[in-house]
C-alpha cells in the first residue's frame, strides 16, 4: 500500500475521507438506534454482539458493515501523506481491521468461529494501526494540530480493550461464584446481586473511540487536502 503520488486528490483523496466521515457516523448512529429497538438487552453488561439476537440483527450487521467501510476508506484517504515504512504498516493494519468489522456483519455472534476471526482482526488490529498511523501523521506539519487527539484516541482504543478483558473477567468470576461454580448455559434477564457488569460499557467504548479515532483522520484528510489545493 504504497502512496500514489500521481493520484488526483480531488478524485481519490476527498471523496475517501468524506466516506470515511460518513460512514463512521452512521457506525455511531446505528448503534444508538439499537439502544432504542432493543432495550432488553442491558448496555452495561449485554455486549454490541448480542444485538444480533434480537429482532434487529440487520441494523447490527448495517453498523459493522458501516465500520469496517469508514476503515478501508481512511486508508485510502491518508496513505498518500504516510511515508514511514511503520506507518504503512499501519495501514495495512486499517485494513485488516476494517475486514474484521466487516467480517462480523456476515458472522453475526451465533457464528462462533467466524464472528470470533472477525473481532480478533477488528478489536485489535485497530488499536496497533491508530498508534502506529498516530505517530506517521504526526511528523507530517499539516498534521501537528490533530497529533496530540490522534495519539490520545489511539490511545483510549488500546485500554477500552484492556477494560473490555478486565471487565469479563471479573463478571465471569462473579457469576461462577453466584450460581454454586458454573457459568449459566443462557444469558439471565438481570445479573445476580453481588455481579457487577461493566463490560458492555467498556465494548461500547471501543466502537466509539475507533470511530473518534477514524472521524478525526478523515476530516483533518478533508481539511489538509482543502488547504493544498486551494495553494
Not at 14 to 24: D, E, N
Not at 56 to 85: D, K, N, P
Not at 101 to 114: I, K, L, P, R
Not at 119 to 144: D, E, I, K, M, Q
Amino acid at each position: 500500500m504504497k502512496p500514489q503520488a500521481n493520484a488526483d486528490p480531488q478524485k481519490i483523496v476527498a471523496p475517501a475521507a468524506w466516506l470515511a466521515v460518513t460512514a463512521t457516523a452512521a457506525t455511531i448512529l446505528l448503534l444508538a438506534s439499537l439502544h432504542v429497538l432493543s432495550p432488553e438487552f442491558n448496555p452495561s453488561w449485554r455486549v454490541i454482539s448480542e444485538y444480533a439476537l434480537g429482532h434487529y440483527g440487520w441494523v447490527l450487521s448495517l453498523m459493522f458493515l458501516s465500520w469496517g467501510i469508514s476503515s478501508w476508506a481512511l486508508a485510502i484517504a491518508i496513505r498518500s501523506e504516510v511515508q514511514t515504512r511503520a506507518g504503512r504498516v499501519g495501514l495495512w493494519f486499517l485494513v485488516v481491521a476494517g475486514f474484521g468489522e466487516a467480517m462480523a456483519s456476515v458472522f453475526d455472534v451465533t457464528h462462533e468461529v467466524g464472528h470470533g476471526i472477525a473481532g480478533l482482526l477488528g478489536v485489535l488490529g485497530f488499536p496497533v494501526a491508530a498508534l502506529l498511523l498516530s505517530v506517521a501523521l504526526g511528523r507530517c506539519g499539516a498534521w501537528r494540530n490533530v497529533r496530540k487527539a490522534l495519539f490520545w484516541l489511539a490511545n483510549l482504543s488500546w485500554i477500552s480493550v484492556v477494560l473490555l478483558i478486565v471487565t469479563l473477567v471479573i463478571m465471569t468470576m462473579q457469576m461462577v461464584r453466584a450460581n454454586g461454580g458454573h457459568l449459566p448455559q443462557h444469558a439471565p434477564k438481570s445479573l445476580p446481586p453481588g455481579v457487577l457488569g461493566l463490560d458492555g460499557w467498556a465494548d461500547r467504548l471501543i466502537v466509539l473511540s475507533n470511530c473518534a479515532w477514524v472521524f478525526v483522520a478523515g476530516w483533518q484528510a478533508i481539511k489538509v487536502r482543502r488547504y493544498r489545493l486551494s495553494d
